[in-house]
């Protein structure tokens, strides 16, 4: 209690209503609790205490707490700074004149009906076992519970955290739930401050005025750790263990309106979706230049912040975190003109604080000039190599800019073209260029031809030799400029075609230059056809069009098919009565000489 004692306890007996516990309301409950039995601590006093002398301050105490089993003892352990044991054990007399703590009637005479007592927490520690924790060490005084085995389901009772008109506070290094308070609270756990009788809760950090209630820890643990981070005198607590089994809520998910938003004057507005039950949403800035009031989250100066949100539980169901949503924090946007060489005016100003991808319009001319030039709008980049803008065109912003005049010579160039032995068309007319403006060169809009060429855009010499533009190409060169049609001269192919051939290979195609003679392809792939004889080619298959003779010159401008062609070959010749006998004599002869043989042997 960080008041005066004699204002406060003043303050508690008139403000004391009695919470009568029957055993029929006990007996109704569906759930037990079973809370720490803490023993007289044997620790040494605490050294370099700036609590009140008037009480013993011990490091620490220890205990035993029997779970919801009733079978099993879990030993418990205390670290911190202590009031030495209670000023309700009968065997200790540290407690000063009126024995205060017992003079408000313990748990149940220090506050209404409930506010220590739910579903799940259907009865209060005895008042002996109320521990009295002192805040006032040298820089934050921390507090450590550590059991010997895990524990589920704990739940803590706080007795006057906080001060009539000061506030203390409780920052845990775990997720909790604010189970019950103390029902003459006007307040709401998510307010900035906590009201006269209430808790307030921002992430794991309790705070109190006066404060009275039961939270619980949400999982298993076998130690939780806490700092008393406003200086107190002494507050009450207890821990116990519950048979209440809290139900995990459904996923709890953030979201933020804004993931950027500039310093000060801009704002993103948090919102969860998800949950079960009727706990309240808070929400909690993890890290980073930003603060959070309500559900509106504000930067204070540019970096990044990262923010959860914590739903409640409300006696049924744990509480629940949700993910983690980053926010960027920046400076604001601005928009800044520069002449960039004007021989006089000065640039226009833009005032405005943008946001990001704020839509931005750009400002005019403002009397600027620069002799020898004309004024052609706004740039990114002083040498003109950026992003081009006009005066009253918008871009949204996303970094702050700085715009150029840019700045055109008001030299001009001609551009000329010219036809080039085209045999039909006009060439188009001459254009101006004027300095530091692009120019779009002319297409073919006068049908410009030449017979057995092609047109293929622009040259800068009519031979071609020289530098290639095509047809509506850009032209960015501050220099007069002549150009020639340029023409490429058209080519067409001459296949071959064996033409009913029983072997060999047709030639492969050849092109023909317009206005070169092509010497065609020979034989020579020995095309043969079974009873016919190879005789050149034709420009039809059944040879009634133009004859070719195999490497002969073809003067057509056109493409076109040869087939071979094919003669039928001359049927062998009948012997005349003179061949015959020429091819008789030999045999006559070799007969007459065989006889005369034979008569010779007889």
């Given at each position: 209690m960080s008041t005066p004692h004699r204002l406060f306890r003043t303050l508690l007996q008139i403000c004391a209503v009695p919470l009568l516990l029957g055993l029929a309301h006990a007996a109704a409950l569906a759930q037990t609790v079973n809370w720490v039995s803490w023993t007289a601590p044997s620790a040494p006093q605490y050294p370099n205490s700036y609590a009140p002398q008037g009480y013993t301050y011990r490091d620490g105490v220890s205990g035993s707490l029997l779970l919801a089993d009733n079978a099993t003892v879990v030993n418990t352990t205390l670290t911190g700074e202590v009031i030495n044991y209670s000023c309700f054990a009968s065997a200790i007399s540290d407690c000063t004149t009126s024995a205060y703590w017992r003079g408000q009637g313990g748990w149940s005479g220090s506050a209404p009906a409930n506010t220590f007592t739910s579903t799940n927490v259907p009865a209060l520690p005895?008042?002996?076992?109320?521990?009295?924790?002192?805040?006032?060490?040298?820089?934050?005084?921390?507090?450590?519970?550590?059991?010997d085995r895990p524990v589920t389901n704990i739940v803590m009772t706080i007795f006057s955290l906080g001060g009539t008109t000061g506030n203390s506070a409780y920052k845990f290094d775990q997720d909790f739930t604010l189970l019950s308070q103390d029902t003459r609270c006007t307040g709401?756990?998510?307010?900035?401050?906590?009201?006269?009788?209430?808790?307030?809760?921002?992430?794991?950090?309790?705070?109190?005025?006066?404060?009275?209630?039961?939270?619980?820890?949400?999982?298993?643990?076998?130690?939780?750790?806490?700092?008393?981070?406003?200086?107190?005198?002494?507050?009450?607590?207890?821990?116990?263990?519950?048979?209440?089994?809290?139900?995990?809520?459904?996923?709890?998910?953030l979201t933020a309106s804004a993931s950027h938003i500039p310093v000060a004057s801009g704002t993103s507005v948090l919102s969860t979706?998800?949950?079960?039950?009727?706990?309240?949403?808070?929400?909690?800035?993890?890290?980073?230049?930003?603060?959070?009031?309500g559900n509106t989250l504000t930067g204070?100066?540019?970096?990044?912040?990262?923010?959860?949100?914590?739903?409640?539980?409300?006696?049924?169901?744990?509480?629940?975190?949700?993910?983690?949503?980053?926010?960027?924090?920046?400076?604001?946007?601005?928009?800044?003109?520069?002449?960039?060489?004007?021989?006089?005016?000065?640039?226009?100003?833009?005032?405005?604080?943008y946001d990001n991808s704020n839509s931005v319009t750009v400002l005019g001319q403002n009397f600027?000039?620069?002799?020898?030039?004309?004024f052609g709008g706004w740039n990114t980049a002083a040498d003109g190599s950026g992003t081009p803008y006009a005066a009253a065109a918008t871009f949204a912003i996303t970094?702050?800019?700085?715009?150029?005049?840019?700045?055109?010579?008001?030299?001009?160039?001609?551009?000329?073209?010219?036809?080039?032995?085209?045999?039909?068309?006009?060439?188009?007319?001459a254009q101006t260029k004027n300095d530091g403006i692009p120019l779009t060169l002319a297409t073919n809009t006068g049908g410009l031809a030449r017979t057995g060429y092609a047109f293929a855009g622009w040259n800068t010499a009519a031979d071609g030799s020289g530098t290639n533009y095509?047809?509506?190409?850009?032209?960015?060169?501050?220099?007069?400029?002549?150009?020639?049609?340029?023409?490429?001269?058209?080519t067409y192919s001459v296949t071959y075609d064996g033409n009913g051939a029983t072997s060999g290979t047709a030639p492969l195609a050849q092109d023909k230059t317009h206005g070169t003679p092509l010497t065609l392809a020979?034989?020579?792939?020995?095309?043969?056809?079974?009873?016919?004889?190879?005789?050149?080619?034709?420009?039809?298959?059944?040879?009634?069009?133009?004859?070719?003779?195999?490497?002969?010159?073809?003067?057509?401008?056109?493409?076109?098919?040869?087939?071979?062609?094919?003669?039928?070959?001359?049927?062998?010749?009948?012997?005349?009565?003179?061949?015959?006998?020429?091819?008789?004599?030999?045999?006559?002869?070799?007969?007459?000489?065989?006889?005369?043989?034979?008569?010779?042997?007889?």
């Open positions: 005895t008042n002996a076992n109320m521990l009295a924790m002192a805040g006032y060490v040298p820089a934050v005084a921390r507090h450590t519970l550590t059991f709401n756990l998510t307010d900035a401050a906590p009201l006269f009788r209430c808790m307030t809760v921002h992430g794991r950090t309790l705070t109190g005025r006066e404060g009275m209630g039961t939270l619980q820890f949400t999982g298993t643990f076998t130690s939780i750790s806490w700092e008393v981070t406003v200086p107190e005198v002494y507050s009450g607590f207890n821990i116990g263990v519950t048979s209440a089994s809290f139900t995990a809520q459904s996923a709890l998910t979706s998800g949950g079960s039950g009727a706990g309240a949403v808070s929400y909690t800035v993890v890290s980073g230049p930003c603060t959070v009031s204070t100066s540019a970096g990044t912040c990262r923010v959860t949100a914590t739903k409640a539980g409300d006696g049924t169901h744990a509480s629940a975190t949700s993910n983690t949503v980053t926010v960027t924090v920046v400076r604001p946007l601005s928009v800044t003109y520069d002449g960039n060489g004007q021989t006089y005016g000065a640039a226009p100003v833009d005032s405005g604080a600027l000039q620069r002799s020898g030039y004309s970094a702050s800019t700085t715009l150029y005049a840019r700045w055109l010579n008001t030299a001009t160039y001609n551009v000329t073209y010219d036809a080039n032995s085209a045999t039909t068309g006009t060439a188009p007319a095509a047809a509506g190409a850009t032209y960015t060169d501050n220099a007069a400029l002549a150009l020639y049609a340029r023409w490429t001269i058209n020979t034989n020579a792939g020995n095309l043969a056809r079974a009873g016919y004889a190879f005789a050149g080619w034709n420009t039809a298959a059944d040879g009634s069009g133009t004859d070719y003779a195999a490497g002969g010159a073809y003067a057509a401008d056109a493409a076109g098919t040869l087939y071979a062609k094919w003669l039928a070959a001359a049927p062998a010749p009948i012997p005349t009565l003179s061949q015959w006998g020429l091819a008789l004599l030999p045999l006559l002869l070799a007969a007459v000489a065989g006889l005369r043989t034979t008569r010779r042997g007889a």
